[in-house]
């Protein structure tokens, strides 16, 4: 019997399984049973050395469909991302994501459309690679203007958003929601959600800097 299993990873305290639950089942998807991974880097732990990810690959048969939110919750290396689909795949295993409806199936017997899938996987695994990367400059930044502020110096205003609320922000901006819907599911104002959109890098950069500021 096929079983549609989520796998949800969160590496950090405001990011919940809950959530990532809940968004594909939204989307559409049954879900039988949910394996877990919670602080976990997906840049600096393969896959297959994390508990939940170890466990899936013990449990999941030819047949099953595996979902994630997007390829990021495999990882964020390139190449830990794409060798962890491309074994999936050998295994039967059909992997689904929820944003981008993307689909890995390793049952494509044509060369053309097995070219198409493997561009795929390329292409997302190198940009969840870049995202994380991306991140990880904003996040200096803002440690850079938290150590700012501790010699006096000014911080900027405080971020009117948290970082649940900018993760969801860039979660429904990727699954192409509109400025309206983004402002009422998530709470904030649509200038907020421009704001956001237009330069990512900055909001990460002025969240980093606030949660990583002495309190005073």
Known sequence: MTQHILYARVSTADQTISHQKAQAEAAGFTI????????????????????????LLDILRPGDVLVVRWVDRLGRNYQDVTDTIRELMRRGVVVKTVINRMVF?????????????????????????????????????GIEHAKAKAEGKYLGRKPSFTRAQLDQVRDML????????????TGLTRA???????????AEA???????????
């Open 32 to 55: 039988d049973r949910v394996v877990e991974d919670h602080g976990v880097s997906g840049v600096n732990t393969a896959f297959a050395h994390r508990p939940g990810g170890a466990r």
């Open 105 to 141: 199936d390793g049952a494509t017997a044509d060369p053309i459309q097995q070219a198409v899938r493997d561009a795929l996987i390329g292409f997302m695994a190198a940009t969840a690679q870049a995202q994380a990367e991306a991140t990880k400059e904003a996040q200096r930044a």
């Open 174 to 185: 990727a699954q192409g929601a509109g400025h309206s819907a983004i402002a009422k599911e």
């Open 192 to 202: 907020v959600v421009w704001r956001i959109e237009g330069d990512p890098t900055k």
């Open 206 to 216: 002025a969240l980093a800097a606030w949660e990583k500021a002495p309190a005073g």
